[in-house]
């Protein structure tokens, strides 16, 4: 997925749209009143946003003031009744984070203007770029190996510059009207705790030991873990991840919030958990990616600097993103063993998952963690024998194919 740089002509059945129509009002009254005068917006393009929300750029037709040429409007309609988790006060007050924090520090396109009544924000438009996605499914090795290690430094760079800025992110949470201290994974993962060793004794024929549900468990705390906290994306996909010439840049915190940086850290070994563009990486990359990772984050916690400290934390939080995918991607009977996704390249998910498993079959016996180990083990021989042997292989992204 590229990103446009200009807006092209008005799609016709778009422009037409009252969802289209409605949020290019709502952003030109925004921004009017952000500046105090009239300002007006045109050839609305639609970028296809989560679902959860209208992602338009929309090209600055008429202003008094020195504004970019495009920018970038998300608009969110009120949650389902009933829902839990409300998206936009997640995503509003993560991009007020980083606003406030200055163009050395952020990591992210600019906020330009928002409101809370409308549920809206206007961002920056960073231009016609590629994603981290882009450089993993292209063919270019070194580019994008240079990609993953830029986005790792870059996640270590946003834990160290929001460490010990809870009280302000909760703060502007409040004031958008939304609950402070809510992770959406955490719930998801509560859930998938409960859940998985039902699954997987029903599906797999695994009986999940005591000492691995304990370590299970262990990866469970670290969501509410009050140590080494700072903010996190929640479930950065690779295709929300921009390379500019500026550096990397991330998009989409609908799921920003503050929690253990280990968690984040940890997915560096899968990576990318919770997105079906989750091919196998070569030898040696991820732990690649943890040290840039690390070089960055320990100058704020540097008692990570010690293995003895971050490498339990990375095994716990690792078996917790295991679990959790597992949960959601495991094919239950009568379901076809197809794609992740369908929007991007995916993998079949038998073979991303049992990828996954042997991983942590293998970090947990370097770890000397051999009931966990053994746990993994069972999982990812079951998975082989249920699925096929084509299950066992997880091709490489292809740009290391």
Same mark, same amino acid.
């Given at each position: ?25 709502? /952003? @030109?009254?925004? #921004?009017?009143?952000?500046?105090? =005068?009239?300002? &007006? +917006? ?5 970028? %296809? ?94 580019? /994008? @190996?240079?990609? #993953?290690?830029?986005?790792?430094? =870059?996640?270590? &760079? +946003? ?5 010990? %800025? ?168 009568g379901v076809p063993d197809g794609p992740i996704t369908n929007r991007l390249p995916s993998p ?54």
């Open positions: 997925m590229s990103v446009e740089t200009t807006a092209g002509p008005a799609n016709a059945a778009g422009a037409a749209d009252n969802e289209v129509v409605a949020t290019v009002a709502a /952003a @030109e009254s925004v #921004l009017s009143r952000r500046f105090g =005068a009239s300002i &007006r +917006l045109a050839d609305p393009e639609d970028l %296809r946003g989560s679902g959860k929300s209208t992602v338009l750029r929309v090209r600055v037709a008429s202003t008094p003031f020195s504004l970019p040429k495009t920018l970038v409007v998300k608009s969110y309609a009120e949650p389902p009744v009933g829902e839990l988790i409300d998206p936009f006060p997640h995503e509003a007050v993560s991009y007020q984070l980083f606003t406030a924090l200055g163009g050395e520090d952020r990591i992210c396109p600019e906020l330009i203007a928002h409101d809370g009544t409308k549920r809206l924000i206007v961002l920056e438009d960073l231009g016609r770029v590629p994603t981290l996605a882009d450089k993993l499914l292209d063919h270019d090795a070194r580019g /994008a @190996e240079r990609a #993953l290690l830029a986005w790792a430094r =870059a996640l270590g &760079r +946003l834990h160290a510059t929001t460490a010990g %800025r809870e009280a302000d992110f909760d703060a502007l949470t409040r004031r958008l009207g939304g609950r402070p201290g809510q992770d959406p994974v955490a719930r998801r993962a509560k859930v998938a705790l409960a859940e998985l060793p039902e699954m997987l004794q029903s599906v797999l024929g695994v009986t999940v030991g005591e000492e691995a549900l304990a370590h299970a468990h262990r990866g469970g705390r670290l969501l509410s873990s009050s140590q080494h906290r700072a903010f996190s994306p929640s479930d950065a996909c690779a295709d929300n991840n921009l390379i500019t010439g500026k550096g990397l840049r991330v998009l989409d915190f609908e799921g920003g919030c503050v929690r253990d940086v280990a968690l984040d850290a940890a997915a560096l070994r899968i990576p990318f958990p919770l997105c079906g563009c989750s091919f196998r990486l070569p030898n040696g990359m991820t732990e690649a990616m943890v040290a840039a990772w690390r070089s960055e984050v320990s100058q704020v916690f540097p008692d990570l600097e010690d293995d003895d400290v971050l490498m339990p934390k990375l095994l716990h939080g690792q078996l917790l993103w295991v679990w959790l995918s597992t949960w959601m991607y495991l094919p239950r009977p079949r998910r038998s073979s991303a998952l049992h990828a996954r498993w042997q991983r942590l079959r293998d970090d947990a016996a370097r770890a000397k963690r051999p009931a966990l180990a053994e746990h993994a083990d069972q999982v990812a021989a079951a998975m082989a024998e249920r699925f096929g042997a084509e299950a066992a292989h997880l091709p490489l992204f292809p740009a290391f194919g």
